[in-house]
């Protein structure tokens, strides 16, 4: 009774298979654009902002009566900060490929 489908029918299945993932993809590329420019942005923005907050950071320890090599220590917690977050969100995207 279970008579097997014809070759017809498997490659009309392939290619609307094909056609609807063309679509999909299509229709995800804005999405996926804006995405991978976000992320850029904040990647060049956090370096800025890393630096900007290191250097008020260390200028309020001086000013407080630290040394200058104490405070550059002491701040050198925000370069290793961004280094982690920088590396797990790489290897968050490189993962999911």
């Keep these: 009774?279970?008579?097997?489908?014809?070759?017809?029918?498997?490659s009309r299945r392939t290619k609307m298979n094909a056609a609807s993932t063309l679509t999909s993809l299509m229709r995800s590329t804005p999405y996926?654009?804006?995405?991978?420019?976000?992320?850029?942005?904040?990647?060049?923005?956090?370096g800025?902002?890393?630096?900007?907050?290191?250097?008020?950071f260390e200028k309020q320890l001086i000013m407080q009566g630290m040394t200058k090599e104490d405070a550059r220590r002491l701040s050198a917690c925000f370069e290793e900060l961004k280094n982690s977050m920088?590396?797990?969100?790489?290897?968050?995207?490189?993962?999911?490929?």
């Design 1 to 10: 009774m279970n008579n097997p489908p014809s070759s017809h029918s498997i």
């Design 32 to 46: 996926l654009v804006r995405m991978s420019l976000s992320l850029s942005w904040m990647y060049i923005t956090l």
């Design 48 to 56: 800025t902002r890393v630096r900007k907050t290191r250097r008020a």
């Design 86 to 97: 920088t590396q797990m969100l790489k290897q968050g995207i490189t993962r999911g490929f």
